[in-house]
């Protein structure tokens, strides 16, 4: 599986992006999808997860309510739609699956996409 993640962008805080990630591959709906981040000088952070029906979907809390993630498996995408921008959500975000959830969440997936910059600010 291959991931392309897209859509970053600079935006003033409070604004939207979404952003974009196409796997290839006819076994994409069999695979859990996540998006993580990471600023400059910080470890890698789970932000998202949707699992592989779409069923369930978990957030980090500083993003809860602020971020959904979903996914269409018809067009091999997962999406994030990054809403009430701050400053602190200033990264580089990358897309990840991964076909345990558990394995998804910890962060060790088996695949990952090239990132895709988030810049937030005024």
């Known amino acids: 599986v291959q991931l392309q993640a897209s859509g970053g962008g600079l935006v003033q805080p409070g604004g939207s992006l979404r952003l974009s990630c196409v796997a290839s591959g006819r076994t994409f709906k069999l695979y859990h999808m996540g998006w993580f981040r990471q600023a400059p000088g910080k470890e890698r952070e789970f932000v998202a997860a949707?699992?592989?029906?779409?069923?369930?979907?978990y957030y980090a809390d500083s993003v809860k309510g602020r971020f959904t993630i979903s996914r269409d498996n018809d067009k091999n995408t997962v999406y994030l739609h990054l809403n009430s921008l701050k400053p602190e959500d200033t990264a580089v975000y990358y897309c990840a699956s991964d076909y345990k959830f558990s394995t998804l969440m910890a962060g060790s997936c088996e695949y990952w996409g090239l990132g895709t910059q988030v810049t937030v600010s005024s």
């Open positions: 949707i699992s592989f029906s779409g069923v369930t979907i």
